[in-house]
């Protein structure tokens, strides 16, 4: 059994950045896969970005690619969502998931195993 907490969520202008972490327990973090989703009002969760077990792979969505960057550190346990030049559409609640199914890209939520409780990033313009 894996439980995630997000933190980092927040307020922040068109531009700015934010550091979304994910704290998980238990003792399977360092041999699963780990990764983002957001969903926005009235809309699907989407993925946003998936780290592999070592951290030697990663996948984005094309919308994030060049601005968001996930990393992990297996010391803290921790996954990491680093998000730079936010646009008003990346306002979502972003949720971290562990344990897929399948490694590989388009990666859905079906796929994976533990979810967080989600944490709000808005962006105002």
């Known amino acids: 059994q894996v439980q995630l907490v997000e933190s980092g969520g927040g307020l922040v202008q068109a531009g700015g950045s934010l550091r979304l972490s994910c704290a998980a327990s238990?003792?399977?973090?360092?041999?699963?896969?780990m990764g983002w989703f957001r969903q926005a009002p009235g809309k699907d969760r989407d993925f946003v970005a998936a780290?592999?077990?070592?951290?030697?792979?990663?996948y984005y969505a094309d919308s994030v690619k060049g601005r968001f960057t996930i990393s992990r550190d297996g010391d803290k346990n921790t996954v990491y969502l680093q998000m730079n030049s936010l646009k008003p559409e990346d306002m979502a609640v972003y949720y971290c998931?562990?344990?897929?199914?399948?490694?590989?890209?388009?990666?859905?939520?079906?796929?994976?195993?533990?979810w967080g409780q989600g944490t709000q990033v808005t962006v105002s313009s």
């Open positions: 780290i592999n077990y070592s951290g030697g792979s990663t």
């Open positions: 998931a562990a344990g897929a199914r399948r490694w590989g890209t388009n990666l859905t939520p079906a796929e994976f195993h533990y």
């Open positions: 238990g003792r399977t973090f360092s041999s699963i896969a």
